[in-house]
């Protein structure tokens, strides 16, 4: 647009001279009227005018010829950009047929399980694969060992062997348990005549440890229908090459199934030299693949290592170029004149105010925002200005909300940063073990103390209700249980001892503890919290004091004579009392 710019001031520049000439004419006709009484000619006036208008014409037109070239230029880099979207079009439908194919297959590892199943299982969802994908004509499962566990077929056997050969061959890189999808080259099936391919996915489990893999081998004839329909233009084409240059998939299917190569066409020859996998930069005109002078781009695909390659007949291609070439060429000459004219009149008072509210706009991005805009100018330039300040204005305002939210934010971040910090001092600095139990999803938080109460690392068994019922005794579990239910039923506060296995194995006498903290408007539990104590030492110590007691009664009650308490020496037990008495 700027060369534009140059030739209409070039054509109001012409128009300029041709009226200080029409005037200074003017002031000579009348001299030789005054002095000679004749009559004012008017023909060179006429001839002048049509001189100067003639030259400004001439001028437009080398001007116009420059602008065609340069919109020329212009338009053939947006042909270029078009072609690219077309082949990128064409690239992804391809690109979606093979990823359709991977997805199936992966979803049927992820929704069977695959490497748990029995054989006939295996056997069983690989026939259904079948069913499902008319593209597969066989599949099998590998195990990590790259034996095979399981296959189906639509050929006979012999042709099945013939395909776990080819599985050997199958890419599998230096690591199996890295394998990503993955898929061989092309090749021609000797009986069918029909492009195939075999691809293959990881099989893993839960964790991502790799398992085995699923393989199947897919006819490529699909592709071919896919090449048919899509259109590019109203006489282009489309065809997929691989990176040898062989053609894989175009409306005729004789040349492919001829096993043509390709490599001579430019954009073919493009891609093979290409190894950064990167889209043309722009669209080139070339012989293609019909012999026939064309503008054609490659665009490769993500997986496999194919490109698909779109081919527009040049005259179609630069059809709507010409069209707007002829089309900006005649508008420059039936328009040149009256935006000069008129230009040159509203461009002055126009300039000014836009002028001057860029120049405001340029020091409030530079800092002053308190700036007002000039109000002067027309009623859009003004009301222009008005707008840009109360938009300045509602921007100052919110930068001082802004800033006091932040301090806000700043502020409720170091109470909550020292809240935790508190918190976590307290559960390291306490013996007791917490948990915080949600009743309606089974969720509960057990603290790193216990975790190391029974023995085992933070975190080391799942977070739920289930796990603490895993650890119960099991003559205890019933009343822990009940005592449980009753907290979350009735609002009973918790309170019970019970005993858990340790990781050791051994079992451990816990004082558990706890109450209900949260309810929902309903009046439902929804938060119960407490804390377990390890009393295994006391109820040890308990439960000898007991045996010794037993003993000593026994033995007491077996003597001749009666026994009494007030017998005890200093520091002696009754056991100790009995053992003396019976040595007297």
Request: charged residues 25%.
């Given at each position: 647009y700027n060369s534009r710019n140059k030739g209409i001031f070039s054509l109001i520049y012409g128009f300029s001279q041709a009226e200080g000439i029409l005037h200074q004419e003017n002031d000579g006709k009348l001299m030789k009227s005054a002095t000679k009484s004749s009559?004012?000619?008017?023909?060179?006036?006429?001839?002048l005018a049509l001189a100067l208008f003639s030259l400004s014409a001439v001028l437009l037109l080398l001007y116009a010829g420059m602008d065609i070239l340069s919109d020329f230029k212009i338009q053939e880099t947006v042909l270029s950009r078009r072609q690219q979207v077309i082949a990128q079009e064409a690239a992804r439908t391809v690109n979606n047929f093979i990823n359709e194919n991977f997805s199936i297959l992966e979803t049927a590892i992820w929704l069977t399980d695959l490497d748990k199943a029995p054989g006939h299982e295996q056997r069983k969802i690989l026939q259904s694969l079948l069913g499902l994908r008319p593209a597969f004509r066989q599949v099998v499962l590998l195990n990590d060992h790259n034996q095979v566990l399981a296959r189906a077929s639509r050929l006979s056997t012999g042709a099945s062997e013939q395909f776990i050969a080819r599985v050997d061959d199958h890419p599998a890189g230096q690591n199996d348990a890295q394998i990503e999808r993955t898929i061989s080259p092309v090749y021609i099936d000797p009986l069918t005549s029909e492009p195939m391919a075999t691809m293959g996915v990881p099989v893993t489990d839960v964790f991502g440890d790799f398992k085995g893999k699923l393989i199947a081998e897919i006819n490529l004839k699909a592709m071919w229908d896919l090449v048919e329909q899509l259109k590019v233009g109203e006489a282009g084409c489309m065809y997929v090459c691989d990176r040898k240059g062989s053609l894989l998939a175009f409306k005729d299917t004789a040349r492919v199934l001829k096993g043509e190569n390709l490599s001579h066409i430019k954009a073919v020859a493009d891609f093979i030299q290409d190894r950064s996998r990167g889209v043309s930069n722009a669209a080139t005109r070339h012989e293609g693949i019909q012999g026939t002078t064309v503008v054609g781009m490659y665009t490769p695909l993500e997986m496999p290592d194919w490109a698909v390659i779109t081919e527009l007949p040049w005259k179609e291609a630069y059809r709507e170029t010409l069209l707007d070439i002829a089309v900006a060429a005649g508008m420059a000459l039936a328009l040149a004149v009256l935006v000069g004219i008129v230009g040159l009149f509203i461009s002055r008072r126009l300039a000014a105010p836009v002028?001057?509210?860029?120049?405001?706009?340029?020091?409030?991005?530079?800092?002053?925002?308190?700036?007002q805009a000039s109000l002067r100018g027309s009623k859009e330039v003004a009301g222009l200005a008005v707008a840009f300040n109360s938009m300045t204005t509602q921007l100052h305002q919110s930068l001082k909300d802004l800033e006091l939210r932040f301090g806000d934010l700043k502020q409720a971040e170091e109470a909550l940063r020292i809240s935790e910090e508190r918190l976590r001092l307290a559960l390291e600095g306490t013996s007791d073990g917490i948990w915080d139990w949600d009743p309606r999803t089974g969720h509960v938080y057990f603290s790193p103390r216990y975790y190391t109460m029974l023995g085992y690392e933070p975190d080391e068994f799942p977070h739920t209700?289930?796990?603490?019922?895993?650890?119960?005794h099991p003559d205890d579990a019933e009343a822990a249980e009940q005592a449980a239910r009753n907290t979350v039923e009735e609002n009973i506060p918790f309170d019970v001892e019970f005993r858990c296995r340790a990781k050791d194995g051994q079992w451990r006498w816990i004082l558990a503890r706890g109450k209900v903290v949260e309810t929902d408007r309903e009046g439902r539990s929804v938060r119960v919290t407490g804390s377990h104590v390890d009393i295994t030492e006391s109820k040890q110590a308990e439960e000898a004091l007991r045996r010794e007691k037993h003993f000593a009664d026994t033995l007491i009650d077996g003597m001749p004579g009666p026994v009494s308490y007030t017998h005890l020496r200093a520091h002696e037990t009754v056991l100790d009392l009995v053992c003396r008495l019976l040595l007297e």
């Open positions: 009559p004012k000619p008017r023909s060179l006036s006429s001839t002028i001057g509210l860029t120049e405001t706009a340029t020091r409030i991005a530079a800092g002053e925002i308190d700036l209700f289930e796990s603490w019922r895993r650890l119960l």
